[in-house]
Nanobody, 126 residues
Framework: QVQLVESGGGLVQAGGSLRLSCTAS????????MGWFRQAPMKEREFLAT????????RYADSVKGRFTISRDNANNTVYLQMNTLKPEDTASYYC???????????????????WGQGTQVTVSS
C-alpha cells in the first residue's frame, strides 16, 4: 500500500552533515508515525528517531540525541533526518519506516513499523 523511498546518503567526513529524505506514496502519509533506523553489517537494526503524525512530538535514541533531527512535511509526503556532527560509528544503511499501529505514540521498535524503504548508505570517514 505504501512505498517509501530514501535518498540523501553518501560519503562524508567525521564532523560533517547529511540530510536524508524519505518520500512516501499514497494519500495516507499524514496518518502515519514515521521513524528512522539504521543497520550496520552483522548488527541489529537500530532505532534512531520517530515523529508523530502531526510532527508535534519526537523521540530519539541516546546515541543520536542532540546530533540528529527528524522532521516531516506532510504536504509533500516526506520525512527528513538531518544528521550533524557525524561520527565513523554512524556508518550504516539508513531506513525510513511507517507505523500503522495506533497504541504507541512514538514507536521505537522495528516491529512497530509496517512499511520500510529500501535504505540509503551513509559512510562517515576518519
Amino acid at each position: 500500500q505504501v512505498q517509501l523511498v530514501e535518498s540523501g546518503g553518501g560519503l562524508v567526513q567525521a564532523g560533517g552533515s547529511l540530510r536524508l529524505s524519505c518520500t512516501a506514496s499514497g494519500s495516507t502519509f499524514s496518518s502515519y508515525r514515521m521513524g528512522w533506523f539504521r543497520q550496520a553489517p552483522m548488527k541489529e537494526r537500530e532505532f534512531l528517531a520517530t515523529i508523530s503524525a502531526t510532527g508535534a512530538r519526537t523521540r530519539y535514541a541516546d546515541s543520536v540525541k542532540g546530533r540528529f533531527t527528524i522532521s516531516r512535511d506532510n504536504a509533500n509526503n516526506t520525512v527528513y533526518l538531518q544528521m550533524n556532527t557525524l561520527k565513523p560509528e554512524d556508518t550504516a544503511s539508513y531506513y525510513c519506516a511507517a507505523s500503522t499501529q495506533y497504541t504507541i505514540l512514538l514507536p521505537a521498535k522495528t516491529t512497530d513499523y509496517t512499511y520500510w524503504g529500501q535504505g540509503t548508505q551513509v559512510t562517515v570517514s576518519s
